[in-house]
């Protein structure tokens, strides 16, 4: 779908070019006239949450009149919200080449292409819409969202309050506002916006209207705790880390605890997660609980149970004031007892070595970055420079982050013309590409005969299909003959705000020292300097967004 949007917008954008020099030259734009009560009446469905009902309105609208704008639109609209990305990009299109100047045909459009993962190209739209309508509202929250994924969590508020004043009862925008001041850490703004989506929802959107009540209580009690993860302890600190099947695996200490505990540090997590078992061992209660959770495995989704750890020690470094899922763990073969998200970690600069199975961080008020990296190994500081000079295998490469707190990188992967958005996840022991991709022509000859068993965040799912990539990049960092398994994506592309088309898992960053800067987003890969490993067809991997 991504592949079929890039190519028809670089078709639609030239034939909107011409239309809209047309219109200019003849002063022809469409008579405005009040919606048919048909379009009326499909526009109510919306509202009530039917997106089906209304795409049957409009589409019989249509039949008689295929040029009605308002029918059009309300049928992109009604897409849009079913996830129906091709559709509502087809549908606002039309709209286009009938009004190069409809402001809410050009946000259709944006968001759309956003939902795809087009960022670049949806701000253009998002843009073209504003010139033409500085209050479309649809416009000014795509931006947001865009500052919101890119981490420029100031500017994302702003821009969603003021969609969220154009239009108070699209949930959508009060929604995407709980995020952006949960993410903030504006609890009590995340906590009334989440409310005011219950009231306005429509009452068809149980699955979410569950987990957003459970996750109003949550904020409720974070609010009541003072600042959260509050770092202590020394600046800086550099520990061992296992990594049996590619994942880096630590000790940690909890709540003072003498007993060290195995938590995985899991960059495809926004918050950290303790086992249920290890819960019950510490006296560890849940304080809220509510709804299911998408994730790769099993069903597909687990259910919501909150917790709340005092503090966690890594090394010689404390975080303080810790909110934390309680889930089963599935993997028996390599027993851990929790997560370590990235809202632990975000605060420092972050190395993990794959060659000395070592991880360092540093408090980043304490780091001029400008300058230069720096992180403990083996009692020695190492420097890895800041500007990259021409040549240097060491490449600094941008992140986002999705709606439910994964890192994504765009990855470019041959016989793609365009690069994909995969979830770095070093909690994952092997790639991963959805089964969409998968069935793209590029990748259809690549299946290998042996099948794995995958445990993921849901549950564990059997005779998972395997491809060999020949080559997957990451900026300038690129290993050939990849292991990928193959995987439904769509669990976690329901709110991830963008589709994911797969994971870079701990058999592409086992080769390399990486980076991670939290406050630029982004992140830096150095090659160990050796061959990378013969990729094992091990029956028995993780992978846990």
């Not at 469905?45 to 308002?70: C, M, N, P, Q």
């Not at 952006?180 to 009452?203: C, G, N």
């Not at 809202?343 to 199975?357: A, E, H, P, Q």
Request: proline share 4%; with cysteine; glycine share 8%.
């Amino acid at each position: 779908m991504q592949s079929q949007i890039n190519m028809r917008l670089r078709r639609v954008a030239a034939c909107c070019l011409a239309a809209f020099v047309l219109s200019l030259a003849v002063i022809s734009h469409p008579t405005v006239a009040a919606p048919s009560k048909a379009v009326i009446k499909g526009q109510k469905a919306i509202k009530k949450g039917d997106f089906t009902g209304a795409e049957k309105i409009f589409r019989e609208v249509l039949v008689k009149d295929s040029h009605d704008i308002d029918a059009r639109l309300g049928l992109s609209f009604a897409q849009l919200k079913q996830r129906n990305l091709q559709g509502a990009y087809d549908n606002a299109s039309r709209v286009i080449m009938l009004d190069p100047l409809s402001a809410r045909a050009h946000a259709l459009l944006g968001a759309a292409i956003l939902g795809a993962g087009e960022f670049r190209l949806s701000i253009e739209e998002f843009r073209t819409a504003l010139s033409l309508n500085e209050q479309e509202a649809l416009a000014i929250s795509g931006l947001a969202m865009v500052d919101f994924y890119e981490n420029r969590l100031t500017i994302s508020l702003a821009g969603l309050r003021r969609a969220v004043e154009l239009d108070p009862n699209e949930p959508d925008y009060v929604f995407n506002l709980g995020q952006a001041a949960a993410r903030s850490e504006k609890y009590k703004e995340a906590a009334d916006a989440y409310e005011r989506f219950l009231v306005i929802a429509p009452k068809t959107d149980l699955d979410r209207r569950e987990r957003i009540a459970g996750l109003i209580d949550f904020l409720r009690y974070l609010g009541r705790q003072g600042s959260l993860y509050v770092a202590g302890g020394e600046a800086h600190t550099s520990v061992k880390f296992e990594a049996f099947d590619n994942r880096p695996i630590l000790s940690v200490r909890l709540n003072g605890e003498r007993k060290p505990y195995r938590f995985v540090l899991d960059t495809g997590s926004g918050m950290s997660v303790v086992s249920d078992e290890t819960a019950q061992k510490m006296g560890l209660k849940p304080v809220a609980r509510g709804g299911l959770a998408r994730a790769v495995g099993g069903g597909g989704k687990f259910e919501i149970v909150y917790g709340y750890v005092n503090s966690i020690e890594i090394g010689e470094v404390r975080i303080e004031n810790v909110p934390v899922y309680i889930r089963k763990f599935f993997d028996v073969n390599v027993p851990v007892d929790g997560y370590l998200g990235l809202s632990v970690i975000s605060k420092f600069l972050t190395s993990i070595d794959y060659g000395t199975r070592q991880m360092g961080l540093v408090r980043q008020s304490q780091t001029d970055v400008t300058e230069a990296w720096t992180t403990v190994r083996r009692g020695e500081t190492v420097q890895a420079l800041a500007a990259v000079a021409p040549g240097d295998p060491t490449i600094e490469v941008p992140l986002r982050t999705t709606s439910s707190g994964f890192l994504s990188g765009e990855v470019e992967l041959d016989g793609f013309d365009k690069t994909l958005n995969f979830i770095i996840d070093t909690a994952a022991s092997i790639t991963v590409v959805s089964e969409k991709l998968s069935q793209q022509e590029q990748l259809l000859d690549l299946l290998q005969p042996s099948k794995m068993r995958v445990y993921g965040a849901a549950g564990v799912t059997e005779d998972v299909k395997l491809l060999q990539l020949p080559k997957l990049s990451l900026g300038l960092s690129k290993l050939e003959k990849l292991n990928a398994a193959v995987l439904d994506m769509e669990p976690v592309n329901e709110t991830a705000g963008f589709t994911q088309s797969g994971i870079l898992g701990g058999n592409f960053l086992r080769n390399f020292r990486v980076y991670f800067d939290f406050a630029r987003g982004s992140i830096r890969l150095e090659p160990l300097g050796q061959r990378p490993r013969v990729e094992s067809n091990n029956p028995e991997v993780v992978a846990t967004p």
